[in-house]
């Protein structure tokens, strides 16, 4: 009987390039997320609309054709509506942070208006 010998030989070349960089160069990356995009992130929130400027975010969905069930917006604890009015007082690169209350016992303090959720977003500034 034959033995057969099989050699396999894997060959990996790597090489590896460094570059220095002058103060002079700019090496930020911008990775600033927008108010929507940052929102899509919290859970329960439904977005409808793509657009950035004319989106409607519901909580727990709308109850009719005619009654909008809006989440209602603060920044900085001043009252701001709607999203499409939060969009338009807060700059993006501000966000500090951004909190959702949803539960009853969160939400009596807002009444009537908060009744259909509340985003509170704190700004940096």
């Known amino acids: ?3 057969i010998l099989i050699l396999l030989v894997i060959f990996i070349s790597t090489s590896c ?4 960089l002058s103060q ?4 930020k990356a911008k990775t600033t997320l927008s108010l929507l995009d940052r929102l899509r ?7 409808s609309g ?6 409607e975010i519901y909580l727990r969905g709308q109850t009719s054709v005619k009654f909008y069930k809006e989440v209602l917006f ?8 709607n999203y499409s009015s939060a969009y338009q007082l807060v700059q993006p690169e501000n ?13 009596n303090i807002y009444g009537a208006d908060g009744r259909d959720g509340v985003v509170l977003i704190k700004t940096k500034n």
Request: net charge positive; no cysteine.
């Open 41 to 47: 992130s919290l859970p329960g929130l439904r977005i």
């Open 50 to 55: 793509f657009d950035e400027r004319s989106a």
């Open 1 to 3: 009987m034959k033995k």
């Open 24 to 27: 002079s160069q700019d090496v």
């Open 17 to 20: 390039q460094v570059n220095n």
């Open 74 to 81: 603060f920044v900085n604890g001043n009252r701001a509506g």
């Open 95 to 107: 966000i500090d942070s951004i909190k959702l209350l949803k539960s009853s016992s969160e939400l």
